[in-house]
Every structure is written in structure tokens, then in C-alpha cells.
């Protein structure tokens, strides 16, 4: 769902000179789509998540001779082992009952496209120094925020797109504003949260804001009323 590189978060931050020194992005899938590859490009330190065993080979030949540490796992509640769904970019926890494949797509869960994999509590892989963070994993991430012991300048979420609303939109937002955070700007599927002592948003960018949810909620309404007629 993500901008081809360069990145609309790289660019509008290479704007404003703001450094990062370890960057994270939880839910990578394929590496060449990463919303963070043109940071790694420019040898920061990057934290790289995914839970899919069949792309992460691919992410470390991809990635090799750049600052990467990769956890093949997926970011959960609990440590232990979670069933996902295969959904191709939008595999999911299969016990969720709303994900992007789900909402979107309408994808039924099949005993063939569900496997198993690892899963722990991102406390256990957040140092404390993440500084740039990308979260994209079809609707749990509200578990990679409720245990993050950083506090990044940048936190990047996915938590709309289409017909999708994320599930715990509620606990992210009530998160960002006690953690003094607020929203930077929307894209079709993000929104890209900073903290209040890096920058605030300026005029344009919240009326960017306001234009791009105006534009969300019209295209939902659209969409919806298409599928009602089919």
C-alpha cells in the first residue's frame, strides 16, 4: 500500500535535516517495497521485523552489507507461537477478525494458507533507541506500540485504506496523544505521527490533513456504495 522508494516519509524528512540513528520497521514483506529501504540505503542502523519465513531470505540477500538486524518472527501479545493467515502482502493473525484482507478483500481463512510462526512482545527487541519507527502488520499494530520501551521521533502506522479502519485505532490514538504525539499527515494507508518536542505540524501540513481524510472518507463512501449494488 506504501509510495515506491524514495519514500514520501524519506523525502519530507530529508527536508527538514532531522538525523536518526536506528530505524525500525516492523512488518517489512517484500524488500524492495520497505517503507524504510532509503534510510538503510543510507547505512543507518535498522531493526527489520517479518513474520513470513517465505520472504526473509529475500530481505537479508536484499539487504546484505547494510546495517540490518532481522527478527524472523511475528509481534504479538504474548511469546510464544502465533497461526497468520497468507494473504500475499497482507498476511495476517489469523485469530484477528478485521485485517486488510479481510475488510478489503474478503478473504476467507483456508487450513492451506495458515501456518505457523514465532511470536513475541517487542519488548524483548526494542533496545530503547529507536528513533524512526514504520509499523505495517494488517492490523496488529497496536501490539508493537503498547510495548514499545522507545519513544521514536517518528512513528508511522497503518490504520486505514479502502473499506479498512485498524481495529485498535482508538488505543493508538489515546497512546500518541498521552505519549505527546501528534499526527504529521496521511497517505492512503498511513498516518505518520511526531513528537511534539522534534517538530509541530505547520498550517499546510494539517490542512493536508484535513484534505486527505476528506478525500478517505469520500472514496469509503463511494466504495461502499459499489459493493452495496453488486
Given at each position: 500500500m506504501n509510495d515506491q522508494p524514495l519514500k514520501r516519509i524519506y523525502r519530507n524528512l530529508k527536508k527538514r535535516n532531522i538525523v536518526f540513528h536506528h530505524i525500525c520497521e516492523v512488518g517489512v514483506h517484500l524488500p524492495e517495497t520497505s517503507n524504510i529501504i532509503?534510510?538503510?540505503?543510507?547505512?543507518?542502523?535498522?531493526?527489520?521485523?517479518?513474520?513470513?519465513?517465505?520472504?526473509?531470505e529475500k530481505i537479508k540477500a536484499y539487504f546484505s552489507g547494510n546495517n540490518i538486524e532481522l527478527f524472523p518472527m511475528a509481534i504479538w501479545d504474548y511469546n510464544g507461537t502465533l497461526k497468520l493467515s497468507r494473504a500475499a502482502a497482507s498476511t495476517f493473525a489469523t485469530e484477528l477478525k478485521v485485517s486488510p484482507a479481510i475488510i478489503n478483500d474478503q478473504y476467507k481463512v483456508s487450513e492451506e494458507n495458515t501456518f505457523e510462526v514465532p511470536c513475541r512482545v517487542f519488548s524483548d527487541i526494542d533496545d530503547g533507541t529507536i528513533d524512526l519507527l514504520s509499523i505495517d502488520i494488517e492490523g496488529c499494530e497496536w501490539y508493537v506500540v503498547k510495548h514499545l520501551k522507545s519513544r521514536p521521533s517518528i512513528i508511522s502506522v497503518e490504520t486505514h485504506g479502502k473499506y479498512y479502519t485498524n481495529p485498535f485505532i482508538n488505543e493508538i490514538i489515546t497512546w500518541m496523544q498521552r505519549e505527546n504525539y501528534v499526527i504529521w499527515y496521511k497517505d492512503r494507508s498511513d498516518t505518520v505521527f511526531v513528537r511534539k518536542n522534534i517538530f509541530l505540524p505547520n498550517k499546510r501540513d494539517k490542512m493536508n490533513t484535513i484534505i486527505c481524510e476528506?478525500?478517505?472518507?469520500?472514496?469509503?463512501?463511494?466504495?461502499?456504495?459499489?459493493?452495496?449494488?453488486?
Open positions: 532509503d534510510f538503510i540505503k543510507d547505512g543507518i542502523r535498522a531493526t527489520l521485523v517479518e513474520a513470513d519465513p517465505q520472504t526473509n476528506w478525500r478517505l472518507g469520500l472514496k469509503k463512501i463511494k466504495r461502499n456504495f459499489k459493493r452495496k449494488q453488486r
